[in-house]
């Protein structure tokens, strides 16, 4: 791997670890506010609002200009959502804010992956992405846990610096500034990102015209035999994995008794799973075998149903972790499989701008639909069963699909041979 690929690893890193350490400061302050409950899965909600409606524009923006120059501007505008929230505008819409910097972002950082890179180093470097990603996820939900935490906290504010007055005065406003830094920092990397010398498109200005086409590269992905199953599989994946995050943080208050500080410990061993998943799959999964590692992803479906009867906190981590690696496991190559036929069908940012339109309207529906049900004051034990019903039966679905395709291709390559003699 190239000097590039580790400073874009970095840039990635530091702006994940500021997105999950900001949710967690995100909820203690809707907490502090006493906020109704539902909203918490709501600020993911809020937060991929972006990607949904601006699906059609941000991968034309990001094929448009150099990649390092979509990501710096994207963490410019995370900052400017981090700074709404330090100047008390709701979470809600100061999150949204930052969801906005993140769907600009997205496109370019995998995009420039595909530029980069051989189509044969993909899962090698989606493992690397992936595996980082999620140590920054493990990290920023336990950053985020631990600048909440009343004595690291008060230790903090208590600091003292000659001359500058900081005007800090409250643990939220502490926890801001924190994670406002890590991205000015993630910002700094991406100023030394390489350019790769693709030719750029020209920002087309007519937005039909970029509705169309993104409404074209839509049905293409769709369409295509491998695509469409990529799509679906991480499409599901991300939906789940965001409500996972909730889910997990309201089982550990009801069935363990722990606070938002120490669950989020437990959502960080699901990013420790998903880590060692994701490096596993990196090793030993090649993107002509991708497709083999479907039926883990039903696996990890009922695996999570395994929380209900859960009640101690060792247990619990070494659950959370089983059902991390399976995640990464199945996702990375699917991750890879989908950028490499995206690349080749429409190029990398428009293909990632669909891929984040799907999987993000997945996200936007399963954390709205979370929101209810615990709205309507469901046992948190019926939604775990429900959800595990759900991802194992949806990857099930999957699975047969794929099964048809390949007797479809079959038949038709019979056919062909027929034909041929």
């Known amino acids: 791997m190239s000097l590039g690929f580790y400073i874009i690893m970095a840039a990635q890193f530091f702006s994940a670890l500021a997105d999950n350490a900001l ?17 918490e899965p ?47 505008i ?14 600009a972002y997205s496109p370019a950082k995998y995009g420039i992956l595909t530029e ?59 926890a ?36 169309h086409e993104f409404n074209h590269c839509l049905k293409l992905l769709w369409r295509d035999k491998l695509g469409q199953i990529s799509l679906a599989v991480t499409t599901l994946f991300w939906g789940a994995g965001a409500t996972l995050q909730f889910i997990v943080l309201e089982w550990a ?3 363990l008794g722990l606070d938002l500080s120490q669950a989020s410990m437990l959502q960080g061993a699901v990013a420790l799973g998903v880590a060692v998943g994701a490096v596993l799959a990196a090793r030993m999964i090649t993107l002509r075998k991708s497709l083999r590692v479907i039926p883990i992803g039903i696996a990890m479906g009922l695996t999570i149903m395994l929380m209900i009867p859960v009640q101690q906190m060792w247990l619990a981590l070494i659950l959370l972790i089983v059902v991390g690696v399976l995640s990464g496991f199945f996702v990375v190559p699917m991750n890879a499989l989908l950028q490499h ?48 019903l759900f991802v194992a039966g949806a990857m099930y679905a999957v699975k047969l699909r794929h099964e048809a395709n390949q007797r479809e291709r079959d038949d038709v390559s019979q056919l062909s041979d027929s034909c041929g003699h």
Not at 92 to 101: M, N, P, S, T
Not at 128 to 133: P, S
Request: proline share 4%.
């Open 116 to 174: 980069l890179l051989p189509h044969r180093l993909l899962v090698i470097a989606n493992g690397w992405i992936e595996g980082l990603t999620v140590c920054a996820i493990i990290f920023g939900v336990v950053l985020g846990g631990a600048l909440i935490r009343p004595e690291i906290a008060h230790g903090l504010l208590s600091l003292d610096f000659p001359v500058i007055d900081t005007g800090i005065k409250t643990v939220p406003e502490m």
């Open 90 to 103: 709701h979470p809600l819409i100061a999150y949204a804010v930052v969801g906005l910097g993140a769907a």
């Open 341 to 388: 036929r995206g690349h080749i069908l429409m190029g990398a940012g428009h293909s990632i701008a669909v891929q984040n339109f799907n999987e993000n309207l997945s996200i936007l529906i399963m954390t709205t639909i979370y929101s209810l049900l615990i709205r309507a004051q469901l046992p948190i034990s019926w939604i775990i069963v429900m959800f595990g």
């Open 42 to 88: 709501l600020l993911k909600t809020f937060f991929t609002l972006s990607y949904v409606v601006l699906a059609a524009f941000v991968g034309a923006f990001a094929d448009s200009m150099s990649k390092w120059r979509v990501m710096f501007l994207s963490n410019g505008v995370k900052i400017f959502g981090c700074a709404l929230m330090f100047f008390d």
């Open 253 to 255: 208050r009801k069935a």
């Open 23 to 39: 949710l967690i400061a995100a909820i203690f302050i809707l907490r502090d506010m006493q906020s109704p409950v539902e909203y």
């Open 176 to 211: 801001l500034s924190v994670i406002a830094t890590l991205y000015l920092l993630a910002a700094v990397f991406n100023l030394f990102v390489p350019d790769t010398g693709v030719d750029h498109k020209p920002l087309k200005k007519n937005p039909v015209y970029l509705f």
